[in-house]
């Protein structure tokens, strides 16, 4: 009896058809050509909200320092972060560089700041990257402008 149903289970497992395993390659490759392209963009667009967060971050410490005091504040990109005058300010983010620093004998009222990310998407990375100044506030890709 037990040798019976032994053949009889032999007989019933088969596995899978190649046509069968084919489709379902075939439906993982076309998945995988839409998540890719979406996934790279993404990938862009974080790296352009990086250069926006830092841009914003110094240009908010640059308007409190004018708020205390009137000499040129100096930005710079240390090991540990973005600095104010030698005082740290942020952490900055991977790939954001500063492209425009507050020019010489600049006032609260004319003030520009500028970064950009090269690795971002082309918005900010080809077209003037991020800028942030006492006039304008936050400009992105060919308006911004120091």
Not at 26 to 46: E, W
Request: hydrophobic letters at 45%; proline letters at 1%.
């Amino acid at each position: 009896m037990m040798a019976r149903i032994r053949q009889h289970m032999a007989k019933e497992d088969k596995g899978f058809t190649l046509i069968e395993l084919l489709v379902v390659m075939i439906i993982i490759g076309i998945l995988a050509a839409i998540a890719i392209p979406v996934f790279l963009n993404q990938r862009k667009k974080a790296e352009d909200s990086a250069a926006k967060a830092d841009v914003s971050t110094i240009g908010k410490e640059i308007a409190t320092h004018y708020v205390d005091s009137t000499s040129t504040p100096s930005i710079a990109l240390a090991a540990s972060g973005w600095t104010l005058d030698g005082q740290r300010i942020g952490d900055a983010s991977a790939n954001v560089t500063l492209k425009a620093n507050v020019a010489a004998g600049a006032k609260s009222t004319n003030w520009c700041v500028s970064v950009v990310n090269n690795s971002g998407d082309k918005t900010t990375a080809t077209s003037g990257g991020v800028s942030y100044s006492a006039k304008d506030g936050m400009q992105i890709g060919s308006d911004a402008k120091c």
